[in-house]
């Protein structure tokens, strides 16, 4: 027991969110729970970085809706962005994910695959008692993405597929244009398309628009939001 206690005693927490309400919600129940922790908060993802450089914490309780930085709009992709970029500089860091947005973390499931570190999920609708469990086992070690919807189903795209999604159903971008942006020919995009569309089993059918049906499974799978 005194053991336990010691550990809890040498943590140092940090949590990003840019909703003070939940931020402030979410640093008390982990106080709570690890009364000598020491806690830092973050509310974009620049601050983010440099709150984790400067402090060098045992485990990040991250939402992944979030700005990159102060004044701008939360998105699903700027805190995926941010993970990746953490997990490749910090592979021992622990993390634990409270997010309505974890079905976005399959964009990024081979950086989640190779983690060192513990790794796990809890949906914001997550009991709270059951979200504490989460960061006890991350803090372990343990990694714990079952939540994440497509994750463990085979579904692996590539960062230039992810790259012509956005473009095209975020930015609504035609394909030359597309091909510019990317410095690619256009017959590459048509290729990315191809093999993308295959991931997602989605073939053409008459009476159906294909590009319609590769967003709309886009969606669903959490690769655009």
């Known amino acids: 027991m005194k053991q336990a206690l010691s550990e809890k005693e040498l943590l140092k927490i940090l949590v990003i969110d840019d909703h003070e309400s939940v931020l402030n919600g979410t640093v008390e129940v982990l106080r709570k729970h690890y009364p000598d922790a020491n806690f830092s908060t973050a509310t974009n993802a620049n601050n983010a970085l440099d709150r984790v450089d400067n402090i060098q914490p045992?485990?990040?309780?991250?939402?992944?809706?979030?700005?990159?930085?102060?004044?701008?709009?939360?998105?699903?992709?700027?805190?995926?962005?941010?993970?990746?970029?953490?997990?490749?500089?910090?592979?021992?860091?622990?993390?634990?994910?409270?997010?309505?947005?974890?079905?976005?973390?399959?964009?990024?499931?081979?950086?989640?695959?190779?983690?060192?570190?513990?790794?796990?999920?809890?949906?914001?609708?997550?009991?709270?008692?059951?979200?504490?469990?989460?960061?006890?086992?991350?803090?372990?070690?343990?990694?714990?993405t079952k939540d994440i919807k497509g994750i463990h189903t085979g579904l692996e795209v590539k960062p230039e597929w992810l790259r012509v999604l956005t473009l095209a159903f975020e930015e609504g971008l035609q394909d030359k244009t597309i091909a510019e942006r990317m410095s690619i020919s256009e017959r590459m995009v048509r290729h990315y398309w191809s093999k993308l569309q295959d991931a997602l089993n989605i073939y053409p059918h008459e009476g159906k628009n294909i590009r319609i049906q590769t967003e709309m499974r886009a969606r669903e799978e959490g690769l655009i939001d």
């Open 58 to 144: 045992n485990i990040v309780v991250m939402d992944l809706s979030i700005p990159e930085f102060s004044g701008f709009k939360a998105r699903p992709d700027i805190g995926v962005q941010l993970l990746r970029t953490l997990m490749k500089n910090y592979p021992n860091l622990n993390f634990i994910i409270q997010s309505a947005h974890v079905r976005t973390l399959v964009r990024i499931r081979p950086d989640i695959d190779s983690h060192k570190g513990g790794f796990t999920v809890a949906d914001k609708s997550l009991a709270t008692q059951e979200m504490l469990t989460r960061v006890d086992w991350a803090l372990q070690g343990l990694t714990h």
